[in-house]
C-alpha cells in the first residue's frame, strides 16, 4: 500500500487561508487535516457532521405580526417561569471569558 496519495480540490482562497490559519494554531498541518478527515468519514460511514439547513437562530422582530410577535414573548416568559434563563451578568462574564475578553 502507497504511504501517499495526492489529493487535488478546489477551494475558496478565504476559507483556505482562514482554516489554515487556524490550523497553523493548532499546530496541525492542512495535510494531517485532510487525513484526519477522511478518516472521520471512514470511522462514521458517511461526513462526521450533519448537513443541514441550520434553524434560524435570531427572530426578525420587524416581520412579525402581532400575534407571531406574542407567541415569541410567551415562549420567553415561559423559559423565565421554569428558569431556563441566566442573569445578564453571568452571560456577559461567560462571554469574556470564552473570547479572553
Given at each position: 500500500?502507497?504511504?501517499?496519495?495526492?489529493?487535488?480540490?478546489?477551494?475558496?482562497?478565504?476559507?483556505?487561508?482562514?482554516a489554515e490559519r487556524i490550523l497553523t494554531v493548532?499546530?496541525?498541518?492542512?495535510?494531517?487535516?485532510?487525513?484526519?478527515?477522511?478518516?472521520?468519514?471512514?470511522?462514521?460511514?458517511?461526513?462526521?457532521?450533519?448537513?443541514?439547513?441550520?434553524?434560524?437562530?435570531?427572530?426578525?422582530?420587524?416581520?412579525?405580526?402581532?400575534?407571531?410577535?406574542?407567541?415569541?414573548?410567551?415562549?420567553?416568559?415561559?423559559?423565565?417561569?421554569?428558569?431556563?434563563?441566566?442573569?445578564?451578568?453571568?452571560?456577559f462574564a461567560d462571554i469574556r471569558k470564552d473570547?479572553?475578553?
Amino acid at each position: 500500500m502507497a504511504k501517499s496519495a495526492n489529493l487535488y480540490a478546489r477551494i475558496e482562497p478565504e476559507v483556505k487561508e482562514e482554516a489554515e490559519r487556524i490550523l497553523t494554531v493548532l499546530g496541525i498541518p492542512a495535510s494531517n487535516a485532510i487525513n484526519m478527515f477522511y478518516k472521520q468519514i471512514i470511522l462514521q460511514k458517511g461526513l462526521p457532521f450533519d448537513v443541514k439547513i441550520p434553524s434560524p437562530s435570531r427572530i426578525d422582530l420587524s416581520v412579525l405580526n402581532e400575534e407571531q410577535l406574542h407567541k415569541e414573548l410567551e415562549k420567553g416568559y415561559a423559559d423565565k417561569e421554569v428558569g431556563r434563563t441566566k442573569p445578564a451578568g453571568k452571560v456577559f462574564a461567560d462571554i469574556r471569558k470564552d473570547y479572553n475578553l
